[in-house]
């Protein structure tokens, strides 16, 4: 099980230094091993900062996670297939590199609730758009794992990735709440197809006063909050098809007034009380 940092990189971690070597070294100070990255930003490298960048990679035993991200629904044919081109030879030259465990990817400004496109139209269409990226990262050893990103239910995903050879979820425990699930059963479906997380919690309460009615969701040390991340953590274990290889990202937001350091430091702890998975 590899556990990483998603984010938000917040000013008191990186002291001013906010660059991709900034961020990796910060991972090393607190013993974690993944970060997120763009592709356009490997991409914008000199031939020796992407060397100096492989080699602090493979010294402290770190992982990058590529993610590809462009218009699924909306582009038409040519310009799905040139971004999707591009993509494939930006994953397929760096994946090394990056020694990359996955990829993510997301739909974007779409959702289940939307009248055009329908969610069936949705769910039609994006198949046959994702399956070549799901099947270069197969085939590169870095399989493709689609987030749900307040946008979809996880048993929306779960039919998404049966319909798309190769697909897994990249699973954020806290979305759950953003598009009105009970967490820990989308926890439990999208857990056979789970090869990665962004492990989030968060308080959360029903503010029914004034209209529109809303359900506000804040910030929470991790394992403190309402999404119940050790049960949630047990069901992934119990039914990932590999939770050795799960790619754990926690993503953190300090609740009110706690600052960052705070947090992260009770985050961790909870994140070590957590039993070890091994191969």
């Given at each position: 099980m590899l556990w990483g940092y998603a984010g938000p990189w917040f000013g008191e971690f990186l002291q001013g230094d906010d660059s991709l070597m900034g961020r990796l070294k910060w991972l090393v100070a607190n013993g974690l091993q993944a970060a997120h990255v763009g592709l356009n930003e490997i991409e914008r490298l000199t031939d020796d900062e992407r060397a100096a960048l492989g080699e602090y990679l493979a010294e402290h035993d770190l992982h990058l996670v590529p993610g590809v991200h462009f218009d699924f629904l909306d582009a038409d044919h040519d310009a799905i297939m040139r971004q999707t081109d591009a993509a494939i030879r930006a994953i397929g030259e760096y994946h090394e590199l990056l020694r990359?465990?996955?990829?993510?990817?997301?739909?974007?400004?779409?959702?289940?609730?939307?009248?055009?496109?329908?969610?069936?139209?949705?769910?039609?269409?994006?198949?046959?758009?994702?399956?070549?990226?799901?099947?270069?990262?197969?085939?590169?050893?870095?399989?493709?794992?689609?987030?749900?990103?307040?946008?979809?239910?996880?048993?929306?995903?779960?039919?998404?990735?049966?319909?798309?050879?190769f697909l897994g979820v990249f699973l954020d425990t806290g979305n759950t709440y953003l598009i009105g699930e009970q967490s820990l059963p989308a926890i439990r479906a999208a857990a056979p197809l789970t090869i990665g997380t962004h492990f989030k919690d968060h308080h959360v309460w029903p503010e029914k006063q004034t209209y529109p009615l809303r359900f506000e969701i804040g910030g929470a040390v991790l394992g403190e909050g309402d999404v119940g991340l050790r049960e949630a953590y047990d069901i992934l274990v119990e039914n990932a098809p590999n939770p050795a290889a799960l790619v754990m990202m926690i993503e953190m937001v300090p609740p009110r007034p706690m600052g960052p350091e705070e947090c992260l430091a009770k985050t961790l702890a909870f994140v070590r009380s957590l039993p070890e998975v091994t191969p």
């Open positions: 990359a465990p996955i990829v993510t990817t997301l739909v974007g400004k779409y959702h289940r609730f939307m009248r055009e496109p329908s969610l069936q139209e949705q769910m039609d269409r994006l198949p046959s758009v994702i399956a070549p990226i799901a099947y270069a990262c197969h085939e590169f050893g870095c399989p493709l794992g689609i987030e749900n990103h307040g946008d979809y239910y996880a048993t929306d995903l779960v039919e998404l990735c049966r319909r798309t050879p």
